[in-house]
């Protein structure tokens, strides 16, 4: 229907390899839609404020190890513990820009040879995002761009064998936007498949559950 009342925010992700811009377009495009007047927020997973997201965040610093399906479970409880203040910020109509999710949790886990299905049988029932954006760069043009810290996961051979597991995720769903274009190029492609997406969920488009 199209009453006022089911208007909601829409769940906006992004996803991509390290150093493919998510996070300086998420930042971007927050204050882009801010200046239009809309009530957004710009959330990220692994979210490092809570318990589980302090267990992880001592894991990617290399400060503890854990067996592989231990922590992709807890990624996974990371975003458990925050569904229920998601759904509710969609529904007093709040737009979430969310750097990473499900499909990071999926394409990092399974990169390390964990079964598919396994990695996404615990994302089962979190919100589905209204729109998936995938920053698109190589491997190696990600690593050109220097900058990878010290974390687990951002070396090469590794995210190389991250992008072959987005490529298995990725669906056409997905908004695909060439990352090595300029900053600019990216941001007002970014904006334009953003506003759509807001003005659908505003004329109440039901929200749904993955996958
Ligand atoms: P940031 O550098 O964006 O903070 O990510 N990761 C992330 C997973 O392995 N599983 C997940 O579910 C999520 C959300 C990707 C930290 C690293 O954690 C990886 C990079």
């Known amino acids: 229907s199209n009453n006022k009342s089911d208007s909601r925010g ?3 992700v992004l996803e991509g390899l390290d150093r493919c811009g998510k996070t300086s377009q998420c930042s971007r495009l927050l204050s ?3 200046e239009l007047g809309h009530s957004v927020e710009s959330w990220r997973f692994p979210d490092r404020s809570t318990g589980v997201g302090q267990m992880i965040s ?10 592989d399906h231990a922590i992709h479970l807890l990624f996974s409880a990371n975003r458990w513990e925050k569904r ?18 499900s499909f990071s949790g ?59 597991s987005y490529q298995m995720l990725r669906d056409d ?26 003005q659908i969920c505003e004329k109440g488009k039901p929200i749904s559950e993955l996958w």
């Open 84 to 101: 229920s203040l998601m759904e509710s910020k969609l529904r007093s109509n709040t737009t979430l820009i969310v750097d990473r999710y």
């Open 173 to 198: 769903t997905w908004k695909v936007i060439d990352a090595t274009l300029p900053v600019e190029d990216v941001e007002k492609q970014l904006r334009q498949t953003v506003l759509e997406c807001i």
């Open 32 to 34: 882009y839609l801010e």
């Open 10 to 12: 829409a769940l906006i």
């Open 106 to 164: 999926v394409a990092f886990s399974s990169a390390k040879g964990l079964d598919l299905d396994w990695c996404k049988a615990p994302e089962a029932g979190l919100l589905a995002p209204d729109l998936v954006v995938y920053l698109d760069i190589s491997p190696e043009k990600a690593a050109e761009r220097g900058g990878y810290g010290g974390e687990r996961y951002e070396q090469l051979e590794f995210q190389k064998k991250v992008a072959l």
């Open 58 to 67: 001592s894991y990617l610093t290399q400060k503890s190890q854990l067996d």
